[in-house]
């Protein structure tokens, strides 16, 4: 078997950029995987959506499908950077190679994707979808504050990443993408993909533009704003990555 993680946050783009994979892995447009669980026969293919939840049933239909499925790829969609599918079923894995999934599912290639998209741009997104949730500061806005922060603390320690601002605008840097992942040259510009539901009004003309500059339509609160100047390690992180450009 072979397994993709799409390690992501919510409004990242992440399903705009696996069914991009999809479409350059099956060679046509593919845009039928942004639901929670979908497994296609005739692909052999197995998609988790929000992998971080239903432990239990994923871990059930895998093994109970095992000669069905080849491909398996999952995504998050609000976990810490450390969260893996293998070490949630299995907690003392620590490398795909010596755990006893690497046997159990016959894994032969394990390929493993932080999924990052501009603080700003990103977080402007969830505060376009919901706004009441980020008037003020909750356990759930503070989780996926922190979860951006791991997911960049891990590109740091090396972990492969993927930016969605620069897939987006960059032809090289998607085909790169494209051959690390799956050994094929890019066949799709991303924005032709489309992932879920936009986060800008349904009618709406939106250019390359628009999606890296998300974060001038959104008025982030106070609370958010206090909180990022006075946030040292984010500050740092925002540096290192050429994102410190807002507040």
Excluded at 75 to 92: D, G, Q, V, Y
Excluded at 150 to 172: G, P, Q, R, T
Excluded at 178 to 195: A, H, M, R, T
Aim: a negative charge.
């Amino acid at each position: 078997m072979n397994v993709f993680e799409i390690i992501s946050l919510r409004r990242s783009g992440h399903h705009a950029f696996i069914n991009w994979l999809f479409a350059n892995f099956v060679g046509t447009p593919y845009e039928a995987l942004s639901t929670t669980y979908a497994h296609d026969d005739n692909l052999k293919l197995l998609y988790l959506n929000q992998a971080e939840f239903g432990f239990n049933e994923h871990q059930n239909h895998i093994t109970n499908n095992i000669s069905r499925i080849e491909y398996l790829f999952s995504s998050t969609e609000t976990a810490h950077a450390k969260f893996s599918i293998l070490n949630k079923f299995n907690p003392t894995f620590t490398n795909w190679q010596n755990t006893d999934f690497k046997d159990l599912w016959n894994i032969t290639n394990y390929k493993r994707v932080i999924f990052v998209r501009d603080f700003y741009n990103c977080f402007a997104s969830q505060i376009k979808v919901s706004p009441p949730d980020w008037e003020n500061e909750s356990e759930y806005n503070s989780h996926m504050y922190n979860n951006w922060k791991s997911h960049l603390n891990a590109v740091l320690n090396s972990d492969y990443a993927v930016f969605y601002d620069k897939w987006i605008s960059d032809a090289e840097y998607a085909n790169q993408v494209s051959l690390d992942l799956l050994n094929v040259s890019n066949k799709f510009y991303p924005l032709d993909i489309k992932g879920t539901v936009s986060s800008f009004n349904l009618f709406e003309k939106v250019n390359l533009e628009k999606y890296l500059t998300r974060y001038k339509e959104v008025e982030f609160p106070m609370w958010f704003r206090e909180k990022v100047k006075n946030d040292s390690e984010l500050q740092f992180l925002l540096d290192k990555f050429n994102m410190n450009y807002l507040f």
